[in-house]
């Protein structure tokens, strides 16, 4: 089993940064990836940044250049540092947990960007 938690969601004015946690519990040896997702209102939920566990990332078109994602094994958490922030940013953040037979999500954090 393995259990997330995200903190670090918050109002932001455009053009401003805020950095995501997610810290994991359990039996986190069984993480292959880790992943940022999130879901705009009336949107699908689309994935924003991942990372493998031998530490290759990917980002969304979309988020290139302004977020990064990161992660800190002693601490067993993934972070996802966001800066210029834009209001079509705005959405619940979730963090996402891949493994062997392992799909696990945490709760969410919101995010909002006002413009």
């Known amino acids: 089993q393995v259990q997330l938690v995200e903190s670090g969601g918050g109002l932001v004015q455009a053009g401003g940064s805020l950095r995501l946690s997610c810290a994991a519990s359990?039996?986190?040896?069984?993480?292959?990836?880790m992943g940022w997702y999130r879901q705009a209102p009336g949107k699908q939920r689309e994935v924003v940044a991942a990372?493998?566990?031998?530490?290759?990332?990917n980002y969304a078109d979309s988020v290139k250049g302004r977020f990064t994602v990161s992660r800190d094994n002693a601490k067993n958490t993934t972070y996802l540092e966001m800066n210029s922030l834009k209001p079509e940013d705005t959405g619940v953040y979730y963090c996402?947990?891949?493994?062997?037979?392992?799909?696990?999500w945490g709760q969410g954090t919101q995010v909002t960007v006002s413009s």
């Open positions: 990372i493998t566990s031998g530490g290759s990332t």
């Open positions: 359990g039996s986190i040896f069984s993480i292959k990836a």
């Open positions: 996402n947990a891949l493994g062997y037979k392992l799909v696990v």
